[in-house]
T-cell receptor
């Protein structure tokens, strides 16, 4: 069983809609959670990180963490064509290593 | 801005060749990582290093070795390349801090024929 699982996608949303990405993790020792965005042919770039239960907002992005359910999500509000990318969820256990999910590809339709 | 560079964007090698992939970071980060990325499998950690001359195996170290002689440079070595090592290889670096943000290089797409 993979340590970090993401909804497989691909996810297609119309421009202006909310894209909802989900991630579950199996290691209860995970302390930190990250969402990376990866454009086709490019390397991942960090867009959000979250450590505490609840919501964390940054512009159009909201990360949600529920440690009891071992669940992390990312909401992209007012989706734009430039949000079309693969989104990687990652979990860290405090030893500087990250476990990554396989990614969810999002396409925003103009 | 943190900059992580990798020696090649594209590389084609033959089965059995020894392959060197090099990664350099310019931000004095202690920690450096090598991943491979394959469709449907995400990023898998091959090796990481938390200091000069220190290394630890990741999840898939078989067939690979690493070298870190200087803080800014972390090399991945394929001792005898095989076709199943055809992949995208990504290097990352991390400052020892609470936020754990890893900065990635542009990647090397390696094809082994």
């Amino acid at each position: 069983q993979k340590e970090v699982e993401q909804n497989s996608g691909p996810l297609s949303v119309p421009e202006g809609a909310i894209a909802s990405l989900n991630c579950t993790y199996s290691d209860r020792g995970s302390q930190s959670f990250f969402w990376y965005r990866q454009y086709s042919g490019k390397s991942p770039e960090l867009i959000m990180f979250i450590y505490s239960n609840g919501d964390k907002e940054d512009g159009r992005f909201t990360a949600q963490l529920n440690k009891a359910s071992q669940y992390v999500s990312l909401l992209i509000r007012d989706s734009q064509p430039s949000d079309s990318a693969t989104y990687l969820c990652a979990a860290g256990t405090g030893d500087y290593k990250l476990s990554f999910g396989a990614g969810t590809t999002v396409t925003v339709r103009a | 801005d943190v900059k992580v560079t990798q020696s090649s964007r594209y590389l084609v090698k033959r089965t059995g060749e020894k392959v060197f992939l090099e990664c350099v970071q310019d931000m004095d980060h202690e920690n450096m990582f090598w991943y491979r990325q394959d469709p449907g499998l995400g990023l898998r950690l091959i090796y990481f290093s938390y200091d000069v001359k220190m290394k630890e195996k990741g999840d898939i170290p078989e067939g690979y070795s690493v070298s870190r002689e200087k803080k800014e440079r972390f090399s991945l070595i394929l001792e005898s390349a095989s076709t199943n090592q055809t992949s995208m290889y990504l290097c990352a670096s991390l400052l020892t801090s609470f936020d754990n943000e890893q900065f990635f290089g542009p990647g090397t797409r390696l094809t082994v024929l």
